[in-house]
């Protein structure tokens, strides 16, 4: 199993020191273990203390366009979008589309959310709820929250499913299939069963593999995800970026 491609990496424009380093750093490292391509996901608008600034986009894509000039890699122009609000809004406006290659959306605690209602249910509800045997409710909305976002938006990624967020994942990768989106199993942490894993492979989902890269050094460190695969015999034809590049949605724009 060959991994050819990491799709969600930060850099320093992950603020106050979240994304240790340049673009460049990144697209070196994937350069000297073999992959093929990455994708520059820095946190969305509406994290309180990580998020890109919108005005420091101009300066990302100046620096893909070097950091490819100088290594030779296949860089894509992302943002690992928040979800903000029970109805499935996420922290991306219409006019960001523009500068997307690529969409990854997760659910993250210290965000701007859309309301106090969806803060109360989004964010505290979770931080302080049980993430083992969540109430039939907050289950409830939670899932509800990723199929809206998921009806709504041209999401590729699925970052991180289930973490901090309890869902139906059986649920999510039903309309995961049915969009086209990616459920990411995330080299830093996986918060799915043995079962929810092989039932949302038999669901027909095509999964994608990321480092979720914090430091330049952890672009394409890959072996939890790879070690699971592998002893669950997940079939390598459902994961997008082993021995193979994934295709992302050409369609652009909100629904």
């Excluded at 005005?55 to 979008?81: F, M, P, Q």
């Excluded at 929810?196 to 593999?209: H, N, Q, S, W």
Aim: net charge neutral.
């Amino acid at each position: 199993m060959v991994l050819f491609g990491d799709y969600h990496t930060h850099t320093k424009y992950s603020r106050n020191n979240h994304g240790k380093g340049t673009v460049l750093e990144n697209a070196s490292v994937a350069v000297n273990k073999g992959l093929k391509q990455i994708a520059i996901t820095d946190h969305g608008f509406n994290h309180i203390f990580y998020g890109i600034r919108r005005r420091d986009i101009a300066s990302v894509k100046e620096d893909i366009l070097n950091a490819k000039e100088v290594t030779g890699v296949d860089i894509l122009l992302g943002v690992e979008a928040n979800l903000i609000s029970l109805d499935g809004k996420i922290d991306v406006n219409e006019e960001d589309f523009e500068f997307l290659d690529i969409l990854l959306m997760g659910k993250h605690d210290m965000v701007k959310t859309q309301s106090l209602k969806d803060w109360n249910s989004l964010i505290a509800a979770n931080l302080f709820g049980s993430p083992f045997a969540p109430s039939k409710q907050r289950l409830n909305k939670n899932t509800t929250a990723y199929l809206k976002a998921l009806d709504k938006y041209p999401i590729d990624i699925i970052t991180h499913l289930n973490v901090n967020c309890p869902t139906d994942t059986l649920a999510v990768a039903r309309m995961a299939r049915e969009k086209g989106t990616y459920i990411e199993i995330n080299g830093k942490r996986i918060a799915f069963t043995d079962k929810e894993l092989l039932t949302m492979a038999e669901e027909g989902v095509k999964f994608i593999v990321n480092s979720d890269a914090h430091q330049p050094e952890m672009v394409g460190e890959c072996n939890k995800p790879m070690d699971l695969i592998f002893r669950l015999g997940l079939p390598i034809s459902q994961i997008v970026n082993i021995d193979k590049l994934p295709k992302f949605s050409s369609k652009r724009g909100i629904n």
